[in-house]
């Protein structure tokens, strides 16, 4: 009797694993499968008289938005950046606010996927190369060296967002109350201190 106990004990631990093992596996896929911006890194640099952004971000598309953009649904994104100077008690004094149109269309002649964005284009063989390449931000020139007082501390932030508004009619309503087609990256915040120097 004493050996069908442990050996019934031994059977619950087992099962009890496996359904562990399960569910982590099924939760993992489900999060895999999903739509998602993530911003990484981000910092401005000086180039002569004005400070460029170079940021380096990830994207990933769920079944539903890749077979959206086979079927020739162009999705346009938005970048967004911002400066402020943080105040103690008032609202914070924006610098500058500024935003920059990418976006990415399937080209069915070519079988080529493409990336437009400041009326320059590159064309990529798969969709993962062009998601890459939609978020990789090298020098875009975002504030003048002149608007940054030196000794000042400024807070910088950034996102990037599938626009919602471009998308075809038929896809902007089934967005409404769905979370599939929010395709929006963390805000990216970052202190910038010693400008100027």
């Not at 500024?98 to 284009?121: C, F, G, I, P």
């Not at 599939?180 to 120097?197: A, D, G, P, V």
Request: net charge negative; glycine share 2%; charged share 25%.
């Amino acid at each position: 009797m004493a050996f069908f106990m442990r050996y019934c004990k031994k059977l619950s631990y087992l099962w009890s694993l496996g359904l562990l093992l399960l569910l982590l596996g099924m939760f993992s896929l489900a999060i895999a499968a999903e739509s998602s911006i993530r911003i990484k890194s981000a910092e401005l640099q000086l180039l002569e008289d004005f400070y460029s952004l170079s940021a380096d971000a990830e994207m990933s598309f769920d079944k539903e938005i890749e077979e959206a953009v086979n079927k020739g649904v162009p999705l346009s994104f938005l970048i967004e950046f911002q400066i402020v100077r943080p105040r103690k008690y008032w609202f914070d004094d924006e610098i500058v606010t500024t935003s920059q149109e990418v976006t990415l269309s399937y080209h069915a002649l070519s079988r080529q996927y493409l990336v437009n964005r400041d009326a320059h284009q590159q064309s990529f063989e798969s969709l993962n190369e062009a998601a890459q390449a939609l978020v990789q931000i090298d020098e875009w020139k975002v504030v003048e060296k002149t608007d940054l007082e030196k000794g000042e501390t400024y807070r910088a932030a950034m996102l990037i967002r599938l626009d919602q508004t471009k998308l075809p009619k038929a896809i902007q309503v089934d967005t409404i109350g769905s979370e599939k087609w929010n395709l929006t990256s963390q805000k990216f915040e970052w202190t910038l201190k010693e400008l100027n120097k």
